[in-house]
C-alpha cells in the first residue's frame, strides 16, 4: 500500500492564498462589469397606468369631499394584476411618481 503525499502547512497557506486571491480578483470583475451596464428604464404596463390613475381618481374625489383620511377600495380587477403593480401603486402612494 502506497503512503499518501504529506503537504506541509506552507503548502496549504499557500493554496488557499491563491484561491482567495482569485475568489476577489473575480468578485472584482463582475461588479465591474455590471456596473458599466445601465438598466433599462423600467415600462409600466398599461393595466398598471389603468390602475394608478384610478388611484389618483379616488383619492383626488376624497379629497374634493374634504375627507381627511380614508380607504382606496378597487373594485375591477383581478387579484394578479394588484401583485403585479404593486410597486408602481406604492411608489405612487408614498410620493415617489
Known amino acids: 500500500m502506497s503512503k499518501p503525499i504529506r503537504m506541509g502547512r506552507r503548502t496549504w497557506v499557500a493554496a488557499w492564498a491563491v484561491l482567495c486571491a482569485a475568489g476577489l480578483a473575480a468578485t472584482a470583475a463582475l461588479q ?3 456596473a458599466s451596464q445601465p438598466r433599462p428604464a423600467e415600462s409600466v404596463s398599461a393595466e398598471c397606468a389603468e390602475v394608478v390613475a384610478e388611484a389618483k381618481r379616488q383619492l383626488a374625489a376624497s379629497g374634493q ?18 401583485e403585479d403593480c404593486d410597486d408602481e401603486l406604492r ?7
Open 65 to 82: 369631499q374634504g375627507e381627511d383620511g380614508g380607504v382606496v377600495a378597487f373594485s375591477r380587477g383581478s387579484s394578479s394584476t394588484f
Open 91 to 97: 411608489g405612487y402612494l408614498l410620493g415617489n411618481p
Open 32 to 34: 465591474d462589469s455590471s
